[in-house]
């Protein structure tokens, strides 16, 4: 989601590229080279070190660490990142959490790199726990394993000239995980509600600007979308033809009328939510009834 489509949830408001120091005796065990390139999120810079520096998304203050404050938070959210990626049968990725002593606000902000890693600030795990609880952050987190689906599998199969597409899909990814029975297994799309009225209030009007993530309605259609596409045991990549084949809808309302024959009852089963999903994009179903749907 990003200016160099760096796979985040947010983007800080201000990052320092200025290198710190560390000892090699600091360096994270798990350390490894990275490279950048086109099409992939910034990477970590030689490595990843457990000191005064993570990388370059991150300010120079925050530090990187394997867990969170709490050892219940820390391991609700590697369970979470073990569930993700089985649910897709894969394996977990690397998944770090990312403090600032210095300035905590910094870290409100989770990134997916195409190294099969996930770094989560603390700022934002602490302030999604507060508006919606647990599932919350099982939602971010979801989004950010999408966009390792995305570098796995070679997806989105829509190319843009922003992340759009890819942020999108990312949300519909998580919305696929919170419904599925062997994922978070909310049946009922009100008891998630909160989460997507998080992921709703992130969204942004930058059309033109290359981490373009999507307007808050589109992002809120995207959401509902792999939600119902929940309904259904896919694979990614089927997942990635599914979400792309009503795409239109959630951008511009405009959803196809042909039948899905390669789906036929994944589509007979849409046909039932294509009005309500261009009601959402258009902003038709306000937050309240949002909040209603089953």
Not at 9 to 20: K, N, Q, V
Not at 90 to 96: E, V
Not at 107 to 121: C, E, F, L, P, V
Not at 122 to 132: L, M, N, R, S, T
Request: proline share 3%.
């Amino acid at each position: 989601m990003n200016a160099k489509f760096t796979k985040c949830y947010f983007l800080a408001a201000a990052i320092s590229f200025t290198l710190a120091a560390c000892t090699a005796e600091d360096r994270d065990p798990m350390a490894e080279t990275e490279n950048i390139s086109a099409l992939q999120p910034e990477q970590p810079g030689a490595s990843d070190l457990s000191c005064s520096y993570v990388d370059g998304n991150w300010a120079s203050s925050a530090v990187l660490k394997t867990g969170l404050t709490s050892s219940t938070d820390t391991n609700f959210m590697v369970a979470q990142n073990t569930k993700i990626a089985g649910l897709w049968g894969r394996s977990a990725p690397t998944l770090r959490f990312v403090s600032d002593p210095s300035n905590q606000n910094s870290t409100y902000n989770a990134i997916s790199y195409s190294t099969g890693k996930i770094y989560y600030g603390y700022a934002i795990y602490y302030d999604a726990k507060a508006k919606g609880g647990n599932i919350v952050n099982a939602m971010i987190l979801a989004h950010e394993y999408g966009h390792q689906l995305q570098y796995i599998f070679k997806i989105p199969s829509v190319t843009e000239s922003t992340a759009r597409a890819h942020e999108l899909e990312a949300d519909g990814f998580a919305g696929y995980y919170l419904r599925r029975p062997n994922g978070y297994n909310q049946s009922s799309f009100a008891a998630i509600a909160a989460a997507y009225e998080f992921a709703k209030s992130i969204g942004d009007y930058g059309t033109t600007n290359p981490g373009h993530h999507g307007t808050p309605a589109q992002r809120r259609s995207a959401v509902r979308l792999g939600f119902l596409l929940g309904q259904y045991n896919l694979s990614a990549k089927d997942f990635d033809y599914n979400f792309f084949y009503y795409y239109n809808g959630v951008l511009n309302g405009t959803y196809r009328n042909s039948q899905n024959a390669e789906f036929a009852e994944l589509d007979a089963y849409m046909q039932r939510y294509l009005e309500e999903l261009k009601d959402i994009q258009e902003g038709r179903i306000g937050a309240e009834e949002w909040k209603q749907l089953d």
